[in-house]
T-cell receptor
Framework: DTGVSQDPRHKITKRGQNVTFRCDPI?????LYWYRQTLGQGPEFLTY????????KSRLLSDRFSAERPKGSFSTLEIQRTEQGDSAMYLC????????????FGEGSWLTVV | AQTVTQSQPEMSVQEAETVTLSCTYD???????LFWYKQPPSRQMILVIR????KQQNATENRFSVNFQKAAKSFSLKISDSQLGDAAMYFC??????WGAGTKLIIKP
């Protein structure tokens, strides 16, 4: 069984450009989460999906961020008009919707905005 | 999101010794889960141990155990017989959405 995979692993983009990250969760997991993590900090919750429904979205998530999970399988996180403050690692994670919700993380996608 | 506080930015311990990492959280709910995750340098986050709030018994996983004090909203992680491979950032988490800033654990050989 493969784990959570994320693509690309690293992305360098110019300020103002749009970027998209993809996440493929563990196949039987119906919950999918996106987090942002900066150096020396813990993960910051962005949003999560139950199947294809986006059930929660952080107030910290500006309108430039959008996430989709169209068929309840893979998910994409798009950042429009990137800013230098968007530079961070974007973590995807998945879990089975059971009590405890142990979350399994991908290796993350590093974004550098120059 | 619930507030999770890890007051120790960095801890160091001699190999084979015991170390305790602290975590406090804030919530008004009575039923929830707490987690400790480990993030080795340049590697992905993995679960170390979890605790169900309605269970009074502290969780244990081999050399890892927790001291869960529900009334005090405290959830510390004890690592016994520390090994070099335990060196990592350790994060305390409340459910999936509340995360501490992490404690960097250094193991001295």
């Amino acid at each position: 069984d493969t784990g959570v995979s994320q693509d690309p692993r690293h992305k360098i983009t110019k300020r103002g450009q749009n970027v998209t990250f993809r996440c493929d969760p563990i196949s039987e997991h119906n919950r999918l989460y996106w987090y942002r993590q900066t150096l020396g900090q813990g993960p910051e919750f962005l949003t999560y999906f139950q199947n294809e429904a986006q059930l929660e979205k952080s107030r910290l998530l500006s309108d430039r961020f959008s996430a989709e999970r169209p068929k309840g399988s893979f998910s994409t996180l798009e950042i429009q008009r990137t800013e230098q403050g968007d530079s961070a690692m974007y973590l995807c994670a998945s879990s089975i919707r059971t009590g405890g919700n142990t979350i399994y993380f991908g290796e993350g996608s590093w974004l550098t905005v120059v | 999101a619930q507030t999770v506080t890890q007051s120790q930015p960095e801890m160091s311990v001699q190999e084979a010794e015991t170390v305790t990492l602290s975590c406090t959280y804030d919530t008004s709910e009575s039923d929830y889960y707490l987690f400790w995750y480990k993030q080795p340098p340049s590697r992905q986050m993995i679960l170390v141990i979890r605790q169900e709030a309605y269970k009074q018994q502290n969780a244990t996983e081999n050399r890892f155990s927790v001291n869960f004090q529900k009334a005090a909203k405290s959830f510390s992680l004890k690592i016994s017989d520390s090994q070099l491979g335990d060196a990592a950032m350790y994060f305390c988490a409340y459910r999936s959405e509340g995360w501490g800033a992490g404690t960097k654990l250094i193991i001295k050989p």
